[in-house]
């Protein structure tokens, strides 16, 4: 793993009239304060590439659909530098997948149907905190 | 409308390879401070009976499908007492309900398919601070 990536399982309960699916509480492993949430989708097939923060802890969870995370870490000085990580989370593997700030990260839209991606982050979206790289400057698998 | 409560439009930014929904920042009008994030869905027709919270301050979103809300203010030293107050949001009019603490809340799929609502709360969880009421006991219309 990644250092200071964590996956955290997390508990659909199903009633009568619908459900509810638990999502991230400030008393949360991995709770980096609150910053935003905003909903992503990405279409089957097509990867959003490679982006990187530089102060913003993500936490992603997927309530509809499976999106597959590629991870990357460049930091200079961790024991998990060169090391990749990927993992498919959403109605399958229903988790929370947490990106500490300095990792890259791209993702794959895996379900046929809609891929629902919301972000619980602990800044607002700024431009000026994130860097993109085109997909092969890293290894993607 | 009911003191309090506040509909905010939010925007959906579409991309090639998927779209990006605004949710709620920090520096928002509505924002009441982060206890947890939520999904809960409800099923075409089905109502979720009147509940009220003591302190929490609600969020609502719905990334997917319509729901209908419907509000009522019992508080006793409001200016809206005995006031409702409904709205369906969604795929439709892609909106942020906030609702203050002490209003009740009833709501209604509306979307033939997935109903799907994120809430963000100021406040993790807690059924010490939560009452039920049954749907006859306010004016839902």
């Not at 990357?72 to 990580?85: L, P, V």
């Not at 791209?106 to 619980?120: R, S």
């Amino acid at each position: 793993m990644i250092e200071g990536v964590i996956l955290t399982p997390l508990k659909k309960i199903c009633g009568d009239k619908g459900s509810v699916f638990h999502g991230i509480k400030s008393s949360d492993k991995g709770y980096a304060g609150f910053g935003e949430a905003y909903f992503s989708t990405v279409n089957y097939g097509d990867i959003k590439s490679w982006r990187k923060h530089k102060k913003m802890t993500l936490n992603l969870i997927v309530p509809v659909g499976e999106i597959k995370f590629v991870l990357y870490d460049s930091r200079i000085s961790g024991k998990s530098r060169g090391r990749t990580f990927s993992v498919i989370i959403g109605d399958g593997n229903y988790c929370r997948l947490t990106i500490p700030p300095q990792v890259w990260m791209a993702f794959e839209g895996v379900g046929k149907g809609l891929n629902l991606l919301l972000d619980v982050a602990n800044f607002e979206h700024d431009p000026e905190e994130e860097e993109r790289a085109e997909i092969e400057e890293f290894p993607y698998e």
